[in-house]
């Protein structure tokens, strides 16, 4: 094969350096670390695993579309990926002992969220453009579950461990995340705006803060899962 010339050089390690940015590299961190440490005795977290490599999979694949087949769009996968993993962190948080008694109201939410995913994609903004109102409205859900499992483990009688405890890492990240998400969409106008007077990707760089908390949150929360699992009788 011949080699490449310098211009194709370049740009094809430039088109690399947009599929690993730290938002990537924090996800490939994350999967690796729920290989790790959520064998099948941990229960319902083993679906992370999945998760991540969907996460992963989708990645990949939007920026194969945009840089290899140049598609002009390539929402649809990140929109359904969305759906999944929102009604996700919504779901599992049924399984943590201060959310037993709010089995119900995770219900409602879960259905409200999907409902409205669902007809968000199907009726109304569609498949080819982002969804940006079922991820505002998911966020925000996700902010409100983080929220009482935060005041239910306060009402907690016995005492926790919050720093070796999965949940309390999982809904630290996921409440960082969901409500800067929802900062972002509101100023997202200036910002970018502000990216195209300095040149300086504000939007981007909180972006990258956002995920690189959210996925390390998820690599303790998967260290604290495995050893509560493996402490645990029977």
């Known amino acids: 094969m011949p080699e490449l010339s310098l211009v194709t050089q370049y740009m094809s390690m430039n088109n690399l350096s947009t599929l690993f940015n ?5 996800e490939w ?19 992370f695993v999945l998760l991540l490599l969907a996460t992963i999979l989708v990645e990949t694949g939007g920026w194969y579309s945009t840089y290899i087949w140049k598609k002009t769009t390539n929402q649809w996968i990140f929109n359904i990926l969305m759906l999944v993993s929102n009604a996700f962190w919504i779901w599992i948080f049924r399984f943590a002992e201060p ?28 498949f080819w453009v982002y969804n940006s109102y079922t991820d505002i409205f998911g966020d925000l859900l996700v902010a409100v579950v ?20 999965e949940y309390f890492w999982l809904a630290n990240g996921l409440l960082f995340s969901s409500l800067g998400s929802m900062v972002l969409y509101i100023f997202i106008d200036y910002l970018y705006a502000f990216k195209r007077h300095t040149q300086i990707n504000v939007y981007g760089y909180i972006n990258y803060g956002l995920n690189i908390i959210l996925y390390g949150s ?17």
């Open 29 to 47: 961190i994350a999967f690796l670390a729920a290989l790790r440490f959520l064998p099948r005795r941990v229960g319902v977290w083993r679906l």
């Open 99 to 126: 959310m037993h008694k709010a089995g119900r109201p995770l219900r409602v939410l879960f259905t409200a969220f999907v409902c409205f995913g669902l007809a968000n994609l199907l009726f109304f903004q569609g």
């Open 146 to 165: 983080c929220c009482y499992f935060f005041y239910a483990s306060l009402q907690e009688e016995l005492f926790r461990d919050f720093l070796r405890y």
């Open 22 to 26: 730290p938002t990537v590299i924090a």
């Open 218 to 234: 998820f690599v303790i929360a998967f260290i604290c899962r495995n050893r509560n699992t493996r402490s645990s009788p029977g």
